[in-house]
């Protein structure tokens, strides 16, 4: 399993270089059905936000289109979360072509590599 997670990870970490920068309204971004993680920890979000703030950068989200006017969150979603909690109206992002396998895959292998964040 290790093995399939390094590889999704390399693939969306290629996919995110060549994607396409974009800024667009947070409100069009859709949670990822696959994701891994259904709640979070709200002191690791408050850490983030703060740690941005104080850097001044809120770094893009990777996302996909999920039709003409809104898009589907691929990763980085504690960023996403801390660009609501911040109340900002639109976010950067980076879009890419990204198939539901491989949304799966990245999901999957997620859930046994990377943290997991409780309330």
Not at 12 to 17: D, H, R, S, T, V
């Amino acid at each position: 399993m290790a093995l399939a997670w390094a590889a999704a990870r390399c693939r969306l970490l290629e996919l995110k270089a060549a994607g396409t920068p974009a800024q667009v309204p947070v409100g069009s971004i859709a949670p990822n059905q696959w994701r891994p993680r259904r709640v979070c920890n709200e002191a690791e979000v408050s850490e983030l936000v703060r740690s941005l703030v104080e850097a001044g950068s809120l770094p893009a989200v990777t996302v996909r289109r999920a039709d003409v006017s809104t898009f589907q969150l691929v990763s980085d979603e504690l960023l996403l979360r801390a660009h609501k909690i911040l109340g900002q109206e639109s976010i950067d992002v980076v879009v890419i072509e990204y198939s539901d396998e491989d949304m799966e895959m990245l999901a999957m292998a997620g859930k046994y590599f990377e943290p997991t964040w409780e309330i």
